[in-house]
């Protein structure tokens, strides 16, 4: 299987009583009041620093993803980030996985195909092109996207970047949304037709349905761990054994916050106030904003209403007295020792039968340092006992850059050392 | 409560199915709702003694139809839709009375065939923007802040018509929709340049405003008066944005005044 670093890059010296001060950490955070322009740029340099030495210590990809005004993550571009990651990556086996640029809120959306264009040719053909629909607060509160429409305007824009990189022609797009007369791609992606596209979701089934229907790789992205995960997955592979696609692994891709010390006992020590800090002020979201009226279309809203919604927020509700315990029990976080990690860990993968894996590294408030031991820590002693996982039904991961395909990154790190320590360096 | 009867309308070369609430005798009155769907409330009562009030529910807010919202893509496919269903009702020049986003679309209906609307009542309309009183998002705000700007008397028993019950998933689902229909056409921020069509206005227009009013507030009846050719301006006291729940005898009786022949 492969597993990828994600980072969100948060702000991680929000006040103490920042939630009690403050509606949400989204839309509307005073930036002024919170944050320093200074500090920003040593968090971005931070984040770019944590997924190249994850590179380096031989993750099999790394991503980012796109927010807006939201204080627990702030890459306004992906692809920014992206291009100094894929170039600073070069000669490595790792994937670089945009998750990504928002289609609905890029206009015209050609520019995302445009753009992991380049990153693709920067890279040497390593990108995974994620897809995003964009959340409520991104794309309707921040980006002013009608919400009625948000959706409707995201399948227009995959449907026109999908043929803008399989057309071989130049074409003209007529669509509700876009209308562009002469579609020519410059630059053309190396990986052809297209680079592997994974949709990122929340759960709902239209998203499933459109995965389903393109063959895309779904990406369930939550920051509730893999025991609320595993009800959303069930749900998934029924989809997909109703739809009569292959119930391959790698179809699937799952986000878990994951943290490794040398101990349990340190693991509780060291990042437990980072996980806090996470759970009480990045996820402080106004809950209107959430519920943001027309962007679920009525059934997805009629079903989360009655069915979602009440669980959720009982879950969101009793948070706030959780202790370090609970989030581990819970799920919501794996840590420990590399043995504890890779137990739970190993058992999450099965139940949830992800091929793609996504884990969190860095966490809120998370220092530099600590991210790079928990980088270090997660690379040595828990990846390579992943590596395998999956390989024995003879699954073929359909969703990872081909000129990776038969390749583990942390084979090229180790020779690269080993060819470094030779010329004596 | 006045007895109201319901006429179903196919328009829109047949993909919009319209569900007009229709009570009272007299000439005819249009009324065009809030974000928050229709409800039938004493205004609409007191002034069905007096008219034929039809009350069009705006497409997808009609129960066990929520579909009725795709066809119609942005306000001027809305109001051609209006037209047509005025041709249906045997309307000419029907006088038109909106309350909030209504409002908005009934200034519309006004300005884009001035011949289709006799007379124009604007309650606390939505449609136009100052930079010096912005109007929040009401459809994302928390109810405590809410209430301030859209009630006078915050604990107005009339506020459950548009606050929806936490405790049922039917009020939820009811208003989080209607609000998005809404949305369609006012999203993000309700300015789809009524501001440039307002001259076009033929029809007397009475502008009533909550003097209350918190999220449009009352310079904006200022603009309304400004920008429309013929229009008055009544302030209702102990109102602010919604006045027919608020002070539903003192706006009835403004507009009966006002469409007396």
């Keep these: 299987m492969k597993i990828s670093m994600f980072h969100l890059m ?294 989360s209403v009655k069915n979602l919604l009440p669980m959720q927020t009982d879950l969101i509700n009793s948070i706030g007295n959780w202790k370090y315990k609970d989030f581990i029990d819970n799920q919501f976080v794996i840590a420990g020792s590399p043995a504890t990690v890779r137990d739970q860990l190993m058992q999450a993968v099965k139940k949830l039968r992800v091929g793609n894996l996504m884990v969190l590294l860095q966490i809120g408030s998370m220092p530099h340092e600590l991210t790079l031991k928990n980088i270090d820590l997660f690379a040595r002693e828990v990846l390579p006992h992943f590596r395998n996982v999956w390989d024995e039904d003879g699954w073929e991961n359909k969703w990872w850059p081909k000129a990776l395909q038969g390749k583990v990154n942390a084979d090229r790190v180790a020779a690269l050392a080993r060819s470094e320590a030779r010329a004596g360096k | 409560m006045a007895a109201t009867s319901e006429k179903t309308l196919k328009l829109w070369d047949g993909k919009v199915t319209a569900h007009v609430k229709v009570a009272g005798a007299g000439p005819a009155l249009v009324y065009l709702h809030s974000g928050y769907g229709l409800v039938w409330d004493a205004t609409l009562d007191l002034l069905a003694r007096d008219f034929t009030v039809y009350a069009p529910e705006h497409p997808g807010t009609s129960a066990n139809d929520p579909d009725a919202i795709k066809p119609l893509d942005d306000v001027w496919d809305l109001v051609l839709h209006y037209y047509e269903m005025f041709d249906q009702l045997g309307l000419e020049a029907p006088a038109v009375m909106g309350h909030s986003f209504g409002g908005m679309v009934a200034a519309e209906l006004a300005a884009n065939n001035p011949r289709r609307v006799s007379r124009l009542v604007l309650v606390n309309a939505l449609g136009l923007w100052r930079d010096d009183a912005p109007i929040a998002n009401y459809m994302v705000m928390p109810e405590a802040q809410l209430e301030k700007l859209m009630f006078a008397d915050a604990h107005n028993p009339a506020r459950k018509h548009i606050f929806m019950n936490l405790e049922d998933p039917e009020s939820i689902i009811r208003v989080t929709w209607a609000l998005g229909c809404a949305g369609k056409f006012s999203w993000p921020i309700p300015d789809k340049g009524l501001r440039k069509r307002t001259h076009r206005i033929a029809a007397p227009t009475l502008i009533v405003w909550g003097k209350q009013d918190g999220l449009t507030k009352p310079v904006y009846a200022d603009e309304f008066k400004r920008l429309i050719p013929n229009a008055r301006i009544e302030l209702i006291d102990k109102a602010a944005h919604m006045t027919p729940l608020e002070q539903p005898a003192a706006l009835a009786r403004a507009v009966r005044e006002f469409l007396k022949p």
């Design chain 1, 10 to 303: 948060p702000y991680r010296e929000l006040p103490a009583d920042f939630e009690k001060r403050y509606q949400s950490v989204w839309v509307d955070p005073p930036f002024w009041e919170l944050a320093d322009p200074a500090k920003v740029g040593q968090y971005y340099n931070w984040t770019l620093d944590e997924l190249i030495y994850g590179a380096k210590a031989g993750m099999d990809g790394i991503c980012v993803n796109e927010h807006h005004q939201n204080a627990y993550g702030f890459m306004p571009s992906p692809n920014l980030m992206g291009s100094v990651l894929a170039r600073a990556t070069n000669g490595l086996d790792c994937a670089v996985v945009q998750m990504g640029a928002t289609l609905p809120t890029t206009i015209p959306p050609i520019r995302v195909a445009e753009e992991y264009g380049m990153l693709d040719c920067i890279s040497g053909g390593r990108l995974v092109a994620g897809m995003p629909l964009g959340t409520p607060m991104d794309a309707n509160l921040c980006y002013g996207i009608t919400p009625i429409e948000h959706r409707e305007r995201y399948y227009e824009a995959h449907d026109l970047i999908m043929k803008a990189w399989k057309s071989r022609e130049i074409f003209a797009w007529n669509g509700k949304y876009f209308k562009l007369p002469m579609v020519n791609l410059w630059p053309r992606p190396i990986q052809q037709p297209h680079p592997p596209v994974w949709i990122p979701g929340s759960g709902s089934l239209s998203t499933w349905d459109f995965a389903a229907k393109h063959d895309h790789c779904y990406c369930f992205l939550s920051y509730y761990g893999n025991n609320l995960g595993k009800r959303v997955m069930d749900g998934f592979w029924e989809f997909v054994d109703k739809t009569g696609l292959d119930p391959n692994p790698y179809r699937a891709g799952f986000l878990q916050l994951v943290v490794v010390a040398e101990t349990d006992a340190k693991a509780e020590r060291e990042y437990y106030p980072h996980i806090r800090y996470f759970y009480d002020k990045c996820l402080h979201i106004l809950n209107e904003y959430q519920m943001v009226p027309g962007n679920q279309d009525y059934r997805s809203l009629a079903n």
